[in-house]
Nanobody, 119 residues
């Protein structure tokens, strides 16, 4: 599975941005989808995860109520809608997919897309 994240950019304080994640092939529905971010000088952290079973979404406390993660299995895509952006949301954002392929557990990462909240 190859993942392509896009949609990053500059955003005004309190503004919104929508990130997209496109997957190759047609098997994205079998994987959990995660959104992660890494701010300058900090470790990568998870911000949202959508399970593959029923689409339940889990959010980190830092983004709960402001970010909305969705998936479209028919289109093999995922999205992260980010509202009320704060300075601490500035980071490189990554999408990832993980799950079982037979007896092997696999995890795939897309390249990052930079989100910068202007001061």
């Amino acid at each position: 599975v190859q993942l392509q994240a896009s949609g990053g950019g500059l955003v005004q304080p309190g503004g919104s941005l929508r990130l997209s994640c496109a997957a190759s092939g047609d098997r994205l529905r079998f994987y959990a989808i995660g959104w992660f971010r890494q701010a300058p000088g900090k470790e990568r952290e998870g911000v949202a995860c959508i399970n593959s079973h029923d689409g339940t979404v889990y959010y980190s406390d830092s983004v709960k109520g402001r970010f909305t993660a969705t998936r479209d299995n028919a289109e093999n895509t995922a999205a992260l809608r980010m509202d009320s952006l704060k300075s601490e949301d500035t980071a490189v954002y990554y999408c990832a997919a993980d799950g079982w392929e037979g007896n092997s557990y696999r995890a795939y990462w897309g390249q990052g897309t930079l989100v910068t909240r202007l001061q």
